[in-house]
């Protein structure tokens, strides 16, 4: 049995090693186009700003060591240019030598990955883009060239984009990230992302929001409301496309968002065909239909997965969740499962909560505060998504919260986790069973709570603000309107809120909970801000860009 593999990057090596290692006997054969071969294109961004100084780190693998290891016939600098689902055949050009050859195949596997999306805008060829080594090498001689007093623009605040600014700030460079939409990383909630925003600008990034490339000139990105920015250098991350105008060719099905269709085996429209990467859609775990989630480990995962399915073995793709991390200059920002506003998209039920606990605990030096925003099925207390944000300790906590969502866990169970814990770990309480503790409440209407977003119409339906931390702490900063009586001096004014409908907010929510169950004790309409001010100035922040 021969199998063909197009693309030697996560999906295509992963389907090459796994499968070699099943089937000492199969002939198998990888075409990638670059010169490069099983490279870590996440790694991209770094190699330009010499974070990661050493190209040849970057480099996985070789032809050579992948045919020393596993007996692969590894062919780089060669594309595929057609493929022939009738005769089980593809048509492959040798970049170097111009020589075209046919190739047979038992099996083919496409794993072509995703190209950068390409704006339509005048001048948009001299604007950079980010896929592979090549592309980094010459980024990188660019960039050096122009120096420290360079002036860069990148277009688009996706990951890579964000990722690109931060590494351009660390040589030096003057840099403007230019963002369509209201906020950088559309996948978040803008209230999460916000401080990640702030960051970057704290650390010298110019932020453009809500602007529209227009045209780019020899010295200039020009939006489309007029304002020029001069650019010595300019990158487009404006998203990326799957790269499957090979299966389009061929006439193999694609799917509604455009990327090519899979069953669960990752079998194209041809059985005899496999795909898996950023070219392919996934099943979603949590929205009906398909989406695209560009991500290496589901690559590799599903890379995997068509070993197995080659070999005979019993496998099925699980439904992606989607859980990504991104870091800029010490601030990390995670997501997993549903965004809020993708929830309110697809019409699912939810509620959501907000909470601000430290990284480990607090008597220990260094504890960072742990931003999370969890979203569960208000019926039936079923995890559906979370988000965090903080310079540490966010990625565990999403880890683990990842995991409960494919587990099938409820709210109710995070209480339960038995969590590693030491003082400069964690805490007695983990964020994740704190996270726990607050959504028990809130699900069985122990503490009754609103949204940032619902707090207008909140006051404007006549309840009235009641700001319950300490007068140090409401002079420093809180929100319109709000009447400040301290929880500890509560009890005191109760006869001030008898027969009002209050909202009661606090700095992260903790103090609120307190407040609450103390007005409901005396028989008053309370309900608690969820996250309190930190939560609420974030959002405005996020608003104001």
């Known amino acids: 049995m021969k199998t063909v593999i197009i693309g030697g990057v996560a999906a295509g090596m992963s389907a090459a090693t796994r499968l070699r290692r099943l089937k000492e006997d199969a002939e198998i054969v990888v075409f990638e186009m670059s010169p490069n071969v099983s490279y870590a294109n ?8 010499d974070v990661i100084s050493n190209r040849s780190d970057l480099l996985l693998q070789t032809p050579t060591s992948l045919y020393n290891r596993f007996r692969l016939d590894v062919r780089v600098g060669h594309k595929v240019t057609k493929i022939d689902p009738a005769a089980k055949t593809v048509t492959v050009l040798n970049l170097d030598t111009q020589e075209v050859s046919e190739h047979g195949y038992d099996n083919l596997v ?8 390409r704006l339509d805008i005048p001048g948009i060829d001299r604007a950079l883009t980010l896929r592979d080594v090549v592309d980094a090498d010459r980024v990188k001689a660019l960039v050096h060239d122009a120096g420290p007093q360079a002036k860069a623009v990148v277009l688009g605040a996706g990951f890579i984009g964000v990722e690109l600014a931060e ?3 660390h040589l030096g460079v003057d840099t403007t990230l230019v963002q369509r939409g209201a906020s950088i990383l559309s996948q978040f909630d803008a209230e999460m992302v916000e401080p990640l925003q702030a960051h970057l600008v704290a650390n010298g990034v110019k932020l453009i929001t809500n602007a529209t490339p227009h045209e780019i000139t020899d010295t200039e990105v020009v939006l489309a409301d007029g304002r020029r920015i001069h650019a010595d250098v300019v990158f487009s991350a404006t998203g990326v496309v799957p790269d499957n105008a090979l299966a389009k060719d061929a006439g193999l099905k694609l799917g509604p968002t455009g990327g090519l269709w899979v069953n669960e085996r990752q079998q194209t429209s041809d059985p005899s065909i496999y795909a898996a990467g950023d070219a392919v859609e996934k099943q979603s775990e949590l929205t009906p239909g398909a989406a695209l989630v560009p991500l290496a480990n589901l690559a590799n995962r599903h890379g995997r997965l068509i070993a197995d399915a080659i070999a005979g073995k019993a496998t099925a793709a699980h439904p992606a969740l989607g859980s990504i991390i991104i870091g800029a200059f010490g601030v990390g920002a995670a997501i997993t499962g549903l965004s809020e506003k993708a929830a309110v998209k697809a019409g699912i039920a939810h509620t959501a909560i907000h909470l601000h606990p430290g990284s480990h605990a607090g008597y220990y030096p260094g504890a960072k505060r742990v931003s999370l925003k969890v979203l569960f099925d208000p019926e039936t207390g079923r995890l559906l998504g979370a988000q965090g944000v903080g310079m540490d300790g966010v990625d ?13 866990m409820t709210v109710d169970d995070l209480m339960d986790l038995e969590l590693a814990y030491s003082p400069q770990y964690g805490s007695a309480k983990d964020p994740i069973n704190h996270a726990g503790y607050i959504g028990n409440n809130v699900l069985h209407g122990t503490t009754p709570t609103i949204q940032w977003h619902e707090l207008p119409q909140a006051l404007a339906n006549g309840r009235i603000l009641v700001d319950v931390r300490t007068e140090k702490e409401n002079g420093a900063g809180t929100i319109p309107g709000a009447i400040n009586i301290p929880v500890d001096a509560l009890r005191d004014h109760l006869e001030e809120l008898v027969g009002q409908q209050v909202v009661v907010t606090c700095q992260v929510g903790q103090r609120g909970h307190t407040a609450t169950q103390i007005l409901r004790g005396h028989g008053i309409d309370v309900v608690n801000l ?5 939560t609420w100035k974030s959002a405005q922040d996020a608003l104001a860009r």
């Open 167 to 169: 590494n351009l700030a």
């Open 396 to 408: 565990k906590r999403i880890d683990v919260l990842a995991t409960a969502i494919r587990a099938g």
């Open 110 to 117: 496409i794993a072509t990955g995703a190209k950068p999306r």
């Open 530 to 534: 969820s996250g309190g001010y930190v």
């Open 42 to 49: 996440c790694g991209l961004p770094y190699f330009v700003s």
